[in-house]
């Protein structure tokens, strides 16, 4: 079955200093795989998506996400954190398949100390 | 400008009343979804539509029911049979299932009271 780990569940980063965010995945395939990020009480955001190729994707916000094969991990980075990046972030996979849909890490959530 | 409107915000429920809730998109996506947010357990999917009057069960179904008569519609409805049904529901769209590029709404808090 489809699942993601999320190993951590709060971090916390100095501003400024840089992030890394894990998430491994199961799944048959080769997968599709996602970063959304959500500030409280908000709805979910897409930084960045996996689909193929380049195994290292850019994202919005600076973020940007390593797709490690041999791993199974798909982790999230970001060399300088702002204050502003401080929310919970959501690891998901999906499949080129009809009928299945995006299954969620149970998330990280961020905070940034000054 | 084109999105996904989830209403209410925050809904109150008495124990043993059904409740629906809104979820509207006008971005002329085929396949929507609601899923269910816990603290600590990630989203977990309830309930979700590839096309107009059809639709598939996720994970947590049980006590929750939909409909997709319009495109732009997929309300959910919590029925008394939901035993734990505090929590806070997100809804989503995507121009077809096996595209990922999930566009959320803001939410709907529920509370039973």
């Known amino acids: 079955a489809q699942s993601v780990t999320q190993p951590d569940i709060h971090i916390t980063v100095s501003e400024g200093a840089s992030l890394e965010l894990r998430c491994n995945y199961s799944y048959g395939a080769t997968p599709y795989l996602f970063w959304y990020v959500q500030s409280p009480g908000q709805g979910l955001q897409l930084l960045l998506k996996?689909?193929?190729?380049?195994?290292l994707v850019q994202g919005i916000k600076g973020f940007e996400a390593e797709f490690k094969r041999s791993q199974s991990s798909f982790n999230l980075r970001k060399p300088s954190v702002h204050w502003s990046d401080a929310a919970e972030y959501f690891c998901?996979?999906?499949?080129?398949?009809?009928?299945?849909?995006?299954?969620f890490g149970k998330g990280t959530t961020l905070s940034v100390s000054s | 400008d084109g999105g996904i409107t989830q209403s209410p915000k925050y809904l109150f429920r008495k124990e043993g009343q059904n409740v629906t809730l809104s979820c509207e998109q006008n971005l002329n996506h085929d396949a929507m979804y609601w899923y269910r947010q816990d603290p600590g357990q990630g989203l977990r999917l309830i309930y979700y539509s590839q096309i107009v009057n059809d639709f598939q069960k996720g994970d947590i179904a049980e006590g929750y029911s939909v409909s997709r008569e319009k495109k732009e519609s997929f309300p959910l409805t919590v029925t008394s049979a939901q035993k734990n049904p505090t929590a806070f529901y997100l809804c989503a769209s995507s121009i077809q299932i096996t595209n990922y590029g999930y566009t959320f709404g803001s939410g709907t808090r529920l509370t039973v009271v």
């Open positions: 996996y689909f193929s190729g380049d195994t």
């Open positions: 998901a996979v999906g499949a080129n398949q009809a009928g299945t849909a995006l299954i």
